[in-house]
């Protein structure tokens, strides 16, 4: 899994494939660290250092938005991911409504939460850990620039209590939560 997310030729539609092929067989491989101690949502989420890094001039952030909700679908609550809300791009916008082009069925366009929601969601800290953090929704269908006209862009945009916006690549209780239930147990 981490040499697939390391490879930022592939489109959006092969990464979902191969994510749910490697997920069903073997979800705890989303949860193994490299050297550095970064599981493979961690090099996707860095899509854009992977890209520079292979001298690619456009970036490709099919990684990113194919491995979360893969580790959503696939990976049980025990197995933790390192998956986050992560922070927003300064070029990053929430526009409200998926694009026309979106090619993900419309019942899996519904959400839970609305503008003005309370919330908490999981958030990286130093050290490769998460917490959890209350916000607010302050945006739907958030979209960076590169991503592709057929991904529906990111469920939230939250403005964290602490300061800080921050996007839920999906709606799922694994990285985004109502603020009364809380977090969920340890792990």
Same mark, same amino acid.
């Given at each position: 899994?981490?040499?697939?997310?390391?490879?930022?030729?592939?489109?959006?539609?092969?990464?979902?494939?191969?994510?749910?092929?490697?997920?069903?067989?073997?979800?705890?491989?989303?949860?193994?660290?490299?050297?550095?101690?970064?599981?493979?949502?961690?090099?996707?989420?860095?899509?854009?250092?992977?890209?520079?890094?292979?001298?690619?001039?456009?970036?490709?952030?099919?990684?990113?938005?194919?491995?979360?909700?893969?580790?959503?679908?696939?990976?049980?609550?025990?197995?933790?991911?390192?998956?986050?809300?992560?922070? =927003?791009?300064? #070029?990053?916008?929430?526009?409200?409504?998926? $694009? !026309?082009?979106?090619?993900?069925? %419309?019942?899996?366009?519904? +959400?839970?939460?609305?503008?003005?929601?309370?919330?908490?969601?999981?958030?990286?800290?130093?050290?490769?850990?998460?917490?959890?953090e209350e916000g607010v =929704?302050?945006? #739907?269908?958030?979209?960076?620039?590169?991503? $592709? !006209?057929?991904?529906?862009?990111? %469920?939230?945009?939250?403005? +964290?209590?602490?300061?800080?916006?921050?996007?839920?690549?999906?709606?799922?209780?694994?990285?985004?939560?109502?603020?009364?239930?809380?977090?969920?147990?340890?792990?």
């Open positions: 899994l981490l040499m697939v997310v390391l490879n930022p030729y592939s489109s959006l539609e092969e990464l979902h494939k191969v994510f749910q092929l490697l997920l069903t067989a073997n979800p705890r491989l989303a949860a193994e660290r490299d050297g550095f101690k970064l599981a493979p949502f961690n090099w996707a989420a860095d899509y854009d250092n992977v890209c520079s890094q292979h001298g690619l001039k456009t970036l490709n952030a099919a990684t990113l938005l194919a491995i979360l909700p893969a580790i959503a679908a696939y990976c049980p609550p025990e197995v933790d991911a390192g998956e986050t809300c992560l922070k =927003v791009s300064p #070029t990053g916008v929430s526009v409200g409504a998926p $694009p !026309a082009k979106c090619q993900v069925p %419309a019942e899996q366009l519904s +959400l839970r939460f609305l503008e003005g929601d309370r919330v908490i969601c999981r958030v990286p800290v130093p050290g490769n850990a998460c917490e959890w =929704v302050i945006g #739907t269908w958030y979209r960076e620039r590169c991503w $592709p !006209a057929s991904h529906p862009g990111a %469920a939230y945009e939250i403005l +964290l209590d602490l300061g800080g916006r921050f996007f839920a690549l999906t709606d799922h209780d694994r990285i985004v939560r109502r603020e009364a239930s809380g977090p969920p147990p340890a792990k």
